[in-house]
């Protein structure tokens, strides 16, 4: 199993900045692809930005490309979003994912941290 844990999360203004954490621990040496989710209310939890854990491909989002950067250590098993020119519709709960390459979805989830984006 492995276990997410992610922190950063708080309130910001407009065109702020965020770094999110997600502390990876268990059987990391499992972990394929690493990706970070958000969910607002009233909406369905949606793709932010993902990369491959041995740092050969990263993926975003339309809406948040170029604002965005995905970034792991994995010496510490920590993956990260750097989140600037932060906008209200940014406002979510969110998430990081695991994937072990089983070609069955993220394997397992974080609790989430909250962003919220003031105006």
């Known amino acids: 199993q492995v276990q997410l844990v992610e922190s950063g999360g708080g309130l910001v203004q407009a065109g702020g900045s965020l770094r999110l954490s997600c502390a990876a621990s268990?059987?990391?040496?499992?972990?394929?692809?690493m990706g970070w989710f958000r969910q607002a209310p009233g909406k369905e939890r949606e793709f932010v930005a993902g990369?491959?854990?041995?740092?050969?491909?990263?993926r975003y989002a339309d809406s948040v490309k170029g604002r965005f950067t995905i970034s792991r250590d994995s010496a510490n098993n920590t993956l990260y979003l750097q989140l600037n020119s932060l906008q209200p519709e940014d406002t979510a709960v969110y998430f990081c994912a695991v994937d072990l390459g089983r070609s069955s979805g993220y394997d397992y989830w974080g609790q989430g941290t909250q962003v919220t984006v003031s105006s």
């Open positions: 268990g059987h990391t040496f499992s972990i394929y692809f």
């Open positions: 990369m491959r854990w041995n740092g050969a491909s990263t």
